[in-house]
């Protein structure tokens, strides 16, 4: 976000709280800054709190009313005892002010028009100038704890959006109310992959048949990939003594989120939230020669995080995560190539799906270095290995202080999608920590133990959260490789069933992943019903089809790009629509 596209949410968050205070006098402002894509300002409304479109639309007309006579912001240095006195009937800026006493920041009030409020600053100079009252609006409703804590009292949250200019604000609109058709969650229930049930728990998604296939086929491409390049297969359990988690660093810091068990022994375990530590242990379990290193090894398998359940939401946020995970145990002479190699696995997956990628390259934040394992010298030279790595393989490429991992830096993958939202997908992680806490060595050319490293990589993050990116990028639009139906023979008539039947059996042997439709239904409805559930392919069955022993190919993207063809590729042999179908599944076009 550009500084003046802040200072222009800021101050609308401001103008908010004006007209609030305006038509609601009793409401009382707290805090208002800007976001992404707009600003809030939260509110206690007491009994009189503001309901639906028509109150949010009175409060935008205001705005748009005052917005002229706001010319120019000014702002004062105040005592504490001052700020006090002004906001003596405001509990809630009262306790900010303490705070702000209590940190030693100057206390500050910008006055803009008729309306002073405590800040810190960051605003238009001149309002009435520098914002087009068209270009923002309110947007809706939310309840929000005072300062994030649910042992405080609830407020009324109001949230606006707010851009440059009007055509930017309807860009968005357009591209949310896209996003909205394509929400996971709603696809997902379209061609039943997945649900949620109340009885399992929220954040535990159940996967059903076709879901599961996606899952499995997804997975074997990355494995695919990924042997390619010498990765073996590895299982480990999914519960660990806490020693496990001492030694690796992750219980001081992540102990609040695991999910522990205690034995009948008094024993105490912990589900897995991650793989890694596990992992080491497997490479520890022998001595290793410099000549059998790198050691790759991979799995899938789900790791558990306890998550506030405020913060689960569909497949993006789940309880429960399957990870693609691999970890390559290497010299240090040996990390670039690593990590190309792993990178060309990541551009092959992601090509796959029609996504863009830029790489971050997310470091520690150093005036915080308490929240990271190891030393300073440390965390230099590994992000220092990922900056020359990004620089030689010349990639277009950003840095992020303050989005590592607690025990080394990471490249991320950001994907555009086809709405222009950013992801972060894929991440590659260099840690010279692990390998420190456990000790792990190689013998080196003189006999002598050397420190080895780590490289961590998922591809897919994790299977749910990927799942969710693709079905909105694709819109449900599965791939032929990739659909659980990938196509559905539609025999016109009874008389054609049994010739549907034969074709179906061809299909099924050649390893085609076919329906027969064979419902009393018109064939139009039928076509409809095809392409409303995305299949790829279907192949109608009539009379002349069966005096020739072909089908009639139709494709669900053929109608989609040349609406006059009405999907028709042709009347084909079984054979030929066979070879076609299994070359395009196997290219994974």
Same mark, same amino acid.
């Given at each position: 976000?550009?500084?003046? &596209?802040?200072?222009?949410?800021?101050? &609308?968050?401001?103008? +908010?709280?004006?007209?609030?205070?305006?038509?609601?006098?009793?409401?009382?402002?707290?805090?208002?800054?800007?976001?992404?894509?707009?600003?809030?300002?939260?509110?206690?409304?007491?009994?009189?709190?503001?309901?639906?479109?028509?109150?949010?639309?009175?409060?935008?007309?205001?705005?748009?009313?005052?917005?002229?006579?706001?010319?120019?912001?000014?702002?004062?240095?105040?005592?504490?005892?001052?700020?006090?006195?002004?906001?003596?009937?405001?509990?809630?800026?009262?306790?900010?002010?303490?705070?702000?006493?209590?940190? #030693?920041? +100057?206390?500050?009030?910008?006055?803009?028009?008729?309306?002073?409020?405590?800040?810190?600053?960051?605003?238009?100079?001149?309002?009435?100038?520098?914002?087009?009252?068209?270009?923002?609006?309110?947007?809706?409703?939310?309840?929000?704890?005072?300062?994030?804590?649910?042992?405080?009292?609830?407020?009324?949250?109001?949230?606006?959006?707010?851009?440059?200019?009007?055509?930017?604000?309807?860009?968005?609109?357009?591209?949310?109310?896209?996003?909205?058709?394509?929400?996971?969650?709603?696809?997902? *229930?379209?061609?039943?992959?997945?649900?949620?049930?109340?009885?399992?728990?929220?954040?535990?998604?159940?996967?059903?048949?076709?879901?599961?296939?996606?899952?499995?086929?997804?997975?074997? %491409?990355?494995?695919?990939?990924?042997?390619?390049?010498?990765?073996?297969?590895?299982?480990?359990?999914?519960?660990?003594?806490?020693? +496990?988690?001492?030694?690796?660093?992750?219980?001081?810091?992540?102990?609040?989120?695991?999910?522990?068990?205690?034995?009948?022994?008094?024993?105490?375990?912990?589900?897995?939230?991650?793989?890694?530590?596990?992992?080491?242990?497997?490479?520890?379990?022998?001595?290793?020669?410099?000549?059998?290193?790198?050691?790759?090894?991979?799995?899938?398998?789900?790791? %558990?995080?306890?998550?506030?359940?405020?913060?689960?939401?569909?497949?993006?946020?789940?309880?429960?995560?399957?990870?693609?995970?691999?970890?390559?145990?290497?010299?240090?002479?040996?990390?670039?190539?690593?990590?190309?190699?792993?990178?060309?696995?990541?551009?092959?997956?992601?090509?796959?799906? #029609?996504?863009?990628?830029?790489?971050?390259?997310?470091?520690?934040?150093?005036?915080?270095?308490?929240?990271?394992?190891?030393?300073?010298?440390?965390?230099?030279?590994?992000?220092?290995? &990922?900056?020359?790595?990004?620089?030689?393989? #010349?990639?277009?490429?950003?840095?992020?202080?303050?989005?590592?991992?607690?025990?080394?830096?990471?490249?991320?993958?950001?994907?555009?999608?086809?709405?222009?939202?950013?992801?972060?997908?894929?991440?590659? *992680?260099?840690?010279?920590?692990?390998?420190?806490?456990?000790?792990?060595?190689?013998?080196?050319?003189?006999?002598?133990?050397?420190?080895?490293?780590?490289?961590?990589?998922?591809?897919?993050?994790?299977?749910?959260?990927? &799942?969710?990116?693709?079905?909105?990028?694709?819109?449900?639009?599965?791939?032929?490789?990739?659909? @659980?139906?990938?196509?559905?023979?539609? @025999?016109?008539?009874?008389?054609?069933?049994?010739?549907?039947?034969?074709?179906?059996?061809?299909?099924?042997?050649?390893?085609?992943?076919?329906?027969?439709?064979?419902?009393?239904?018109?064939?139009?409805?039928?076509?409809?019903?095809?392409?409303?559930?995305?299949? @790829?392919?279907?192949?109608?069955?009539?009379?002349?089809?069966?005096?020739?022993?072909?089908?009639?190919?139709?494709?669900?993207?053929?109608?989609?790009?040349?609406?006059?063809?009405?999907?028709?590729?042709?009347?084909?042999?079984?054979?030929?629509?066979?070879?076609?179908?299994?070359?395009?599944?196997?290219?994974?076009?």
């Amino acid at each position: 976000m550009s500084a003046s &596209l802040e200072h222009t949410r800021h101050t &609308l968050a401001h103008l +908010l709280a004006a007209v609030v205070r305006e038509v609601y006098p009793a409401a009382l402002p707290t805090i208002g800054p800007s976001v992404e894509n707009g600003f809030y300002y939260d509110f206690d409304f007491g009994a009189t709190k503001p309901s639906g479109d028509e109150a949010l639309a009175k409060i935008e007309e205001k705005m748009r009313t005052l917005l002229p006579s706001w010319d120019v912001f000014t702002h004062k240095v105040v005592t504490a005892t001052e700020a006090r006195a002004y906001f003596k009937d405001n509990v809630y800026k009262l306790e900010l002010i303490q705070d702000i006493e209590q940190s #030693g920041e +100057l206390i500050t009030f910008y006055t803009c028009g008729n309306f002073t409020d405590l800040c810190r600053g960051g605003h238009c100079e001149h309002p009435s100038k520098e914002i087009a009252p068209d270009s923002f609006k309110l947007d809706r409703v939310a309840g929000a704890y005072w300062r994030g804590d649910e042992k405080n009292p609830m407020l009324t949250r109001i949230y606006g959006l707010a851009f440059a200019t009007k055509k930017e604000l309807d860009d968005y609109l357009l591209q949310r109310e896209e996003a909205r058709k394509r929400d996971h969650r709603k696809i997902g *229930q379209e061609l039943d992959l997945f649900t949620f049930s109340e009885l399992v728990g929220s954040g535990l998604p159940l996967w059903t048949p076709r879901g599961t296939l996606v899952r499995h086929e997804l997975d074997r %491409y990355v494995w695919e990939l990924r042997a390619k390049h010498g990765y073996q297969r590895v299982t480990i359990p999914h519960i660990t003594k806490k020693n +496990l988690y001492e030694t690796s660093g992750h219980w001081a810091k992540f102990a609040d989120e695991l999910f522990r068990i205690k034995t009948r022994e008094d024993h105490e375990y912990a589900l897995k939230p991650m793989n890694c530590p596990h992992h080491t242990q497997i490479f520890a379990r022998k001595p290793h020669s410099y000549r059998e290193m790198p050691q790759r090894y991979a799995e899938t398998t789900v790791v %558990y995080r306890d998550e506030q359940s405020g913060e689960l939401g569909g497949l993006t946020r789940v309880l429960s995560i399957t990870q693609d995970d691999s970890h390559v145990f290497c010299r240090q002479s040996q990390v670039q190539e690593e990590f190309f190699h792993i990178w060309d696995i990541v551009d092959s997956f992601y090509s796959t799906f #029609g996504f863009t990628l830029r790489v971050r390259l997310s470091f520690h934040e150093p005036s915080e270095f308490e929240k990271y394992l190891g030393t300073p010298e440390v965390w230099q030279q590994a992000e220092d290995a &990922l900056r020359a790595i990004a620089k030689e393989r #010349g990639a277009d490429y950003f840095e992020a202080p303050g989005e590592a991992a607690m025990y080394g830096p990471k490249l991320d993958f950001m994907a555009t999608d086809s709405m222009g939202r950013n992801h972060q997908v894929a991440t590659i *992680q260099l840690d010279m920590n692990q390998p420190e806490r456990f000790d792990l060595t190689c013998n080196n050319e003189k006999g002598e133990k050397e420190r080895i490293v780590m490289i961590h990589c998922a591809v897919m993050g994790s299977i749910e959260r990927f &799942l969710a990116v693709m079905l909105e990028h694709l819109g449900g639009v599965l791939p032929l490789w990739l659909a @659980p139906e990938q196509v559905r023979i539609l @025999p016109i008539a009874d008389a054609h069933h049994a010739f549907a039947s034969q074709v179906y059996d061809q299909l099924k042997t050649a390893g085609v992943r076919v329906e027969v439709d064979l419902s009393s239904e018109s064939l139009g409805k039928k076509i409809r019903a095809a392409k409303m559930e995305k299949i @790829p392919y279907t192949l109608v069955i009539g009379d002349q089809e069966v005096a020739t022993s072909t089908a009639t190919l139709e494709s669900r993207d053929v109608a989609a790009r040349q609406p006059d063809t009405k999907g028709k590729i042709g009347q084909l042999a079984i054979d030929a629509i066979i070879s076609k179908l299994t070359e395009e599944i196997r290219n994974r076009s």
